[in-house]
């Protein structure tokens, strides 16, 4: 691929391209912490480069290329926002529909669409849950948090009483593909050790007591809420979740997550 010189307002179309993927990715409030927070965030520059990419394959040096481009940009940014929101709101269902008009507005945004996964869990949609992560992680194969997304969707599309539910009734990671992840985050590595199946769940949860940090105490309720699920313990697993969204993480944050849980005991309890 040659290299090309682009003109000043490409520059300015790719400064705003980017501040539209930080607020995609984060909806942080100061521009700093936006900033900040996008090149701390694997999914955050991907989304960036991805987009980038895209605008720069179709307006390569072309004033009259670019208008197009950003607002095509717009448009995706518009749908994500709105199937990210429809999540938070309750309706899995219509965030699908929204974050599949981002993928037709710009398909080279899909394997970067972790969202859109978790919606088409949560819509019983276990088989395109799993194609969603599979194709996530060929572009982001270290993501701890997508292997276990995966894991979760793969174990809900095998067929009750199967020889491999059986196999997986307690160890839902069989095979990681012999790549080493390290989360920043120590919590989550105890979580995947849960999934692999080398710690017990009661071990984890009595290491992670009360007086954990907030957002340790949230996750690995969250987790494994998940993980008793999967194995079938429904009872454990309402539990957990009810603890992560009573925790305080779980009543002050407006991480997206936190929002999953929250959905996660609507749809289980009615």
């Known amino acids: 691929m040659k290299f090309q010189v682009f003109p000043i307002s490409f520059l300015f179309a790719s400064i705003s391209?980017?501040?539209?993927?930080i607020e995609i990715e984060l909806g942080s409030s100061t521009l700093h912490s936006r900033v900040?927070?996008?090149f701390s965030s694997r999914k955050g520059i991907k989304t960036f480069v991805s987009t980038l990419l895209v605008v720069s394959s179709i307006g390569v040096g072309l004033n009259d290329h670019?208008?197009?481009a950003l607002s095509n940009a717009?448009?995706?940014k518009s749908f994500i926002a709105d199937g990210m929101q429809s999540f938070r709101d309750g309706d899995p269902f219509k965030s699908v529909k929204q974050f599949d008009s981002a993928i037709e507005s710009n398909p080279?945004?899909?394997p970067y669409l972790w969202q859109r996964g978790l919606s088409l869990y949560y819509s019983g949609n276990y088989k395109a849950c799993e194609q969603q992560f599979k194709v996530d992680l060929r572009v982001n194969p270290h993501d701890m948090e997508e292997i276990l997304w995966k894991s979760l969707c793969s174990?809900?599309?095998l067929p009750p009483n199967s020889i491999d539910q059986q196999l997986q009734s307690t160890n839902l990671i069989s095979d990681d593909n012999g790549i080493f992840l390290s989360d920043r985050r120590p919590v989550m590595n105890k979580i995947y050790s849960v999934y692999k199946g080398t710690t017990l769940p009661e071990?984890?949860?009595s290491e992670i007591g009360k007086d954990a940090k907030?957002?340790?105490y949230f996750y690995s309720r969250l987790y494994m809420g998940l993980y008793y699920e999967a194995i079938g313990d429904v009872v454990k697993s309402l539990h957990c979740m009810e603890d992560a969204v009573k925790s305080p993480y779980g009543t002050a944050s407006n991480d997206y997550m936190v929002s999953l849980a929250k959905l996660h005991l609507k749809l289980r309890k009615e």
């Open 66 to 68: 670019l208008s197009p």
């Open 36 to 38: 900040h927070k996008i």
């Open 155 to 157: 174990k809900r599309t």
């Open 203 to 205: 071990t984890f949860l």
């Open 74 to 76: 717009a448009d995706v």
């Open 108 to 110: 080279a945004i899909y």
């Open 17 to 21: 391209l980017l501040f539209n993927c």
């Open 214 to 216: 907030d957002d340790e």
